[in-house]
């Protein structure tokens, strides 16, 4: 059972923002908040993870709902490498495999 | 420095049949996870194997499926008896911790004819 929701597609152009949902009604007070993405023909890769508080780094920005049961990816100028599946889990500080479900992800198309 | 590595990057085999897919971890990484991707869909955990704790092994589809992690780097799923529906890209990934980030090899794809 997925612990979390995204749409399925989006698409977005070239150098603009993009931001990419997700729902996670039923996070835990322990459960991080972590981003992958997967270029095609390719094993994913890390975007961002959060707890609690907004993130930057590099790639993008991630932010957290005050409830938590939501976030959003944010890549600030979408370039055509960006496109990907971009998938949203959830992990259990505890450790163990609970949460390791990937789901579908969300399809990001660019446009040049 | 070296990222994880699978080997081989792609295998054809005969119905009933078995295979072995081999990960390499990164070193030093307590975790290693084994996932399963079909065609056009996201990735099915398979196994979680970490320290010297017993695997979880919750994911697995059926008993013809097993992996082992030996000396707590090396790991091998073992597939027996191949069917067609187990054709896919096997994606191992390891991790510092639990709940770390976790980097992807660039995957099995094994096809069963």
């Known amino acids: 059972d997925a612990k979390t929701t995204q749409p399925n597609s989006m698409e977005s152009n070239e150098e603009e923002p993009v931001h990419l949902p997700c729902n996670h009604s039923?996070?835990?007070?322990?459960?991080?908040i972590h981003w992958y993405r997967q270029l095609p023909s390719q094993g994913p890769e890390y975007v961002i993870h959060?707890?609690?508080s907004n993130v930057n780094n590099r790639m993008a920005s991630l932010a957290i709902a005050e409830d938590r049961k939501s976030s959003t990816l944010i890549l600030h100028r979408a370039t055509l490498r960006d496109a990907a599946v971009y998938y949203c889990i959830l992990s259990y500080s505890g450790g163990g495999a609970d949460g390791l479900t990937f789901g579908k992800g969300t399809h990001l198309i660019i446009q040049p | 420095g070296a990222g994880v590595s699978q080997s081989p990057s792609n295998k054809v085999t005969e119905k009933g049949k078995d295979v072995e897919l081999r990960c390499d971890p990164i070193?030093?990484?307590?975790?290693l996870y084994w996932y399963r991707q079909s065609l056009g869909q996201g990735l099915e955990f398979l196994i979680y194997f970490q320290g010297n704790s017993a695997p979880d092994k919750s994911g697995l589809p059926s008993d013809r499926f097993s992996a082992e992690r030996t000396g707590g780097s090396v790991s091998t799923l073992t597939i027996q008896r191949t069917q067609q529906e187990d054709s896919a890209v096997y994606l191992c990934?390891?991790?510092?911790?639990?709940?770390?980030?976790?980097?992807f090899g660039p995957g099995t794809r094994l096809l069963v004819l």
């Open positions: 070193s030093g990484h307590t975790a």
């Open positions: 990934a390891s991790s510092l911790a639990p709940i770390k980030t976790q980097y």
């Open positions: 959060g707890l609690t």
């Open positions: 039923t996070i835990s007070g322990t459960d991080y």
